[in-house]
Structures are given as C-alpha cells and as structure tokens.
C-alpha cells in the first residue's frame, strides 16, 4: 500500500468504521456536555445543530487535507499555524507517521453542499474527528475560521493524559448572504506601515471579510510606487494629514500584502481616486493639474477636500493613467480596480464625465472591472462597472437600473472613521454617530428602497484615515464595529438580533486581548460579566 491510499483508508476509519472491532482502540473520554449552538460564533453561521459532546483539540490530533483540489493543503497548514501561536500545539499536516494520531481534522473538498455559494462550507464535528467539507480552498478557509472561534481558551487537563482544547459537538451549514465582504484603509491621510495593514487585514480574515479595498491616493499623499513616474513617491508620498513623514509602499511592499491577503482568500483592490482628491499627484507633476476651479498645488497636511482636479483634456493625464493602471494591474490579481471618482467639486461636470468615461476604458483594457464611488452614475458608464453607495441613493438606484452591481457602503451606517458617540477621542461626525448597536442593526438589503438584491455585490466599511495615524488609532474605531458588519454581511437579516448578537460580540474579548487590538469598550455591551 502506497502512503497515499494508506492515508486515505486510515481517514476514512475515522467516518466509516470509527475503532470498531480495533483493537487498541483509545478509551472512551467521558466528554462534558456542551451545546455549539450557543458558541460565540461571528457572523453567525445558517444552520447549527448540537450534539452536546466534544471534540478534543489535542498533541494527538492531525489534520489531512483534500491533496488533489488547489490550496486545501494551505488551508490546513494556516489552521496548524494558528493552533500553534494560539495552543502551542504542534499539529501536523498532511504527514505521516500516523501511529500517534488518535484524532483528525479532515478537510475535504467537495461539491456535496447545501449552498452553491463558493465559500460555502459544512462542519461536522465529533468526538474523534472534525470534517470540514468545502466546495473551494476559499470556503475551506471560512470554515476553519469557524473553528478557530470553538476553541476555548482553556484547556481540559483531567480528561486525558495530555492537556485538551474542547470543541463542542455538532453539525454547522454555512454559507455568505454576499458575495462581497469588505472593508477600506485610507492609507493616504495617514500611511500605515506594511505590519500595521497585515494585522488589520489579518483580524478581519477571523471573521470572514473576503476583500480588502486600500485607497491608496489622495491630496495629502501619494502611496504606491509607479516606476515610469517616479516623482510621486519623491515627492507625492512625503506627506501626511497633521505634517507627518507619509510614506508609500514599493511594488515589492505591495505584491507582499496582496500574497498576505490572499492567503486568507482575500482579495486586495487598488483605488487610485480621480480626478478628484489628486493633490498629491499634481505636486509631484504640476503638468496633470485642472486649472479653473482647483486650487494650486502644494503640500497638503489639512483635512479639505474638494479642491484638487486632474486636467481631463490633456493627453498626457491619460498617458500617465494608463501608465498607472498597467504597473498595479501587473501585480494586482483582483478582478476590479477602483478609481476613485468622489467629491471631484473643482472638475466641470462635463470634463468629469469624459475623464471617468477615458478611465474606466483604460482599467477595461487592462483586463479589469473598474469600481468607483457613486458620483460615477453621472457619466455613461459600462455595466460590468461597480459602483459603490456612499452618499447618494439616487446616484446608486440610477447605475441600477442601467444594470450595474453596487457596493454598498452608506457613509451614516458604516463608515468606521464616524465617531461612535460625543465623547469618541479619534473619528468625524459629518454623516452620524455611529454607535456599535446602530451600527449593527440595519439591513443592507432595504437600506435603498428599490435596490434588488441581486444587484447588490455586497457591503464594504470605509476606514478613512485623517483622524487616526496607527493600530492602536485604527483599532479603535474598526472594533468592535467592523465585527458586526462582518455579520451584515455574511448573516441573513432574519437571523440578526442585536440582544443575541451582543453577548456573542462579548465572546471575542479573549480573540481581540489575545491579538492586542485596542476595541472600543462601550458601554452598551456588558465585557466584564
Ligand atoms: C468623504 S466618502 C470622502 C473622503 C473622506 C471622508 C471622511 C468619500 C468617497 N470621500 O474623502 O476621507 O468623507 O469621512
């Protein structure tokens, strides 16, 4: 018998023939009761079924994955990494010798779900072993963030001879009301440091965010190197809100991000806002600078907006976007790339139409769907184009009806940079205060009397940056809000309830303390008990 179908008959005794008639079968373990449907899970998955006994995550446990299907094997070897730094288990995957192993975690691929949702997933979870089936690496992915969220934080050391970790018994059926889970870094405003967007980017992984939006340009700072115009990190990126140094990310900086992400099925999308908020570009090349309207430029360090504009009649403007467009398409794998196109009030309302006209042709022709802010429904824009709600239902139900998906991302909802209350030390106020309970309790599908759902693509969080120059700053205002439109988006609107949802949000204390994320204690959740 070769290893590989030596494997294969060893795993499925864990399904089939679980120890019968073997033996030197392990003792039974007298597991205490439990109930997964009252774990602290978020989102909250579709359909939880417990059988009030236990898994236990322990130094005999192994995980195997489906081999054949592209990035299981990875998905394995993340959970062992993460059981590591969390348990300091060593939890091998995918090797032998299988001697030592008395129980498993197998992740499975297969088209065998309830959902056809890509990142659907099933758990099933017993004394000996996990199954986890998935149809994608993706939806295995989520799934074992599931299981992450299961394991306690202490571990049972009277049952077995070895500490054990009890994860509570039961069947979970799971799959994302949207496709389209994201969250934005303004990384303009204020830059964050490449540890600084792995760590957000990594939390939000834990609770099944899919995409990753960094607006990487504005008038204050220019952030990603483009090698055929090297003045607009020379010059362009040497600046921040409240006179800092800025910085910007290498091409290099930024493929490591995108491998980052991606390795937690999360895609990175590129804004580079135009024609407005372009300060920062027009300092470093003063030829691309719209005169009339927009004010002359110079280093910015205040929090305006509105007063910067790309020249939309000069041929080089569309020389260097294209130029622009090519290098981060060259080594951005997202589908879409954003460009911007909000609150361009010093750009003519004709020149603004034929610039996002020009642009959203440019990304097209580099093999992406371009996403802008919805200010773009005033021009005649294609429909594979997405446009993302912040401001103006009527500009998202007008893009609607000509057939295009919407992102939705209402400003007075769930923009993380809105303070939570008067007395918030870092965020804005000009859209609302965004309390945590008012934060959670809307429903992103009626929010747009008359938008279908079929055309929403799904919700994206905002986090703009003026405020807030760090994690420690950053973390404060995206948890615990960020965890709730985790929930907005994965969970279907019935079966939200803020009462239930809070004593959950309560169950994350140990993840985020354990992670060092400064969350914001409100008071309208009960931490301490
Ligand atoms: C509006 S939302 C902006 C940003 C600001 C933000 C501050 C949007 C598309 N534009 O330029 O940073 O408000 O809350």
């Not at 303004?186 to 939000?204: N, S």
């Not at 609302?432 to 929010?447: G, H």
């Not at 969970?491 to 204390?509: F, S």
Request: glycine residues 6%.
């Amino acid at each position: 018998m070769n290893t590989r179908s030596f494997l294969t008959s060893f795993i499925a005794s864990f399904f089939v023939v679980p120890f019968i008639g073997c033996s030197d079968a392990p003792k039974k373990i007298p597991y205490p009761e439990t109930d997964l449907s009252q774990a602290a899970l978020i989102p909250k998955p579709l359909k939880v079924v417990a059988t009030h006994s236990a898994f236990g995550l322990d130094s005999k446990t192994a995980i195997y994955t489906a081999q054949a299907a592209n990035g299981f094997e990875k998905v394995g070897q993340f959970l062992s990494n993460k059981i590591q730094t969390q348990l300091s288990l060593n939890i091998p995957v995918n090797e032998s010798p299988l001697e030592a192993v008395e129980r498993i975690i197998y992740i499975n691929q297969t088209e065998a779900l309830e959902s056809d949702a890509p990142e659907a997933y099933q758990l099933h979870i017993k004394n000996d072993s996990v199954l986890l089936n998935a149809r994608t690496a993706a939806g295995a992915f989520r799934g074992i963030q599931t299981l992450r969220q299961l394991i306690p934080e202490q571990s049972n050391d009277t049952l077995a001879e070895q500490p054990m970790w009890l994860i509570p018994s039961g069947k979970i059926d799971d799959a994302p009301n949207f496709g389209y889970r994201g969250a934005m870094l303004d990384v303009a405003r204020h830059f964050f440091t490449v540890e600084e967007v792995k760590k957000y980017i990594d939390l939000l992984a834990y609770y099944k965010y899919n995409a990753f939006h960094m607006h990487l340009t504005d008038d204050q700072g220019w952030r990603i190197e483009i090698k055929s115009w090297p003045k607009l990190t020379e010059i362009g990126a040497q600046s921040e809100v409240g006179g800092g140094p800025g910085g910007f990310y290498t091409q290099e900086e930024f493929k490591e991000l995108v491998a980052y992400a991606a390795k937690r099925h999360i895609q990175v999308i590129p804004e580079i806002d135009m024609p407005g908020h372009t300060n920062a570009a027009n300092l470093s090349y003063p030829i691309f600078h719209a005169k009339g309207k927009a004010e002359t430029p110079r280093v910015r360090t205040d929090m305006k907006v509105g007063y910067s504009s790309f020249d939309a009649y000069k041929d080089t403007v569309y020389v260097f976007v294209d130029d622009v467009v090519r290098e981060i398409t060259a080594i951005s794998p997202s589908p879409y790339f954003h460009i911007g196109g909000d609150e361009s009030h010093a750009t003519p309302k004709k020149d603004y139409i034929h610039f996002v006209e020009k642009v959203e042709k440019i990304v097209q022709k580099h093999g992406k769907k371009a996403i802008g802010w919805n200010e773009i429904a005033q021009a005649n824009i294609s429909q594979t184009t997405v446009g993302q709600f912040w401001n103006e239902p009527e500009s998202a139900l007008k893009m609607v009806e000509k057939g295009n998906q919407i992102i939705l991302s209402p400003a007075k909802k769930i923009y993380l940079d809105m303070k939570y209350d008067t007395l918030s030390k870092h965020g804005l106020h000009w859209a609302a205060y965004i309390p945590v309970d008012d934060a959670y309790n809307w429903d992103p599908e009626t929010y747009v009397e008359g938008l279908p759902k079929e055309q929403i693509l799904g919700i994206e969080a905002p986090l703009w940056s003026e405020t807030i120059s760090n994690s420690a700053e950053l973390e404060y205002l995206a948890f615990p809000r960020a965890i709730g439109y985790a929930e907005l988006g994965w969970t279907p609107a019935d079966q939200r309830n803020w009462e239930e949802y809070k004593i959950r949000l309560k169950g994350q204390v140990p993840y985020l303390n354990r992670n060092d994320v400064n969350f914001y204690r409100t008071e309208l959740v009960d931490w301490e008990n």
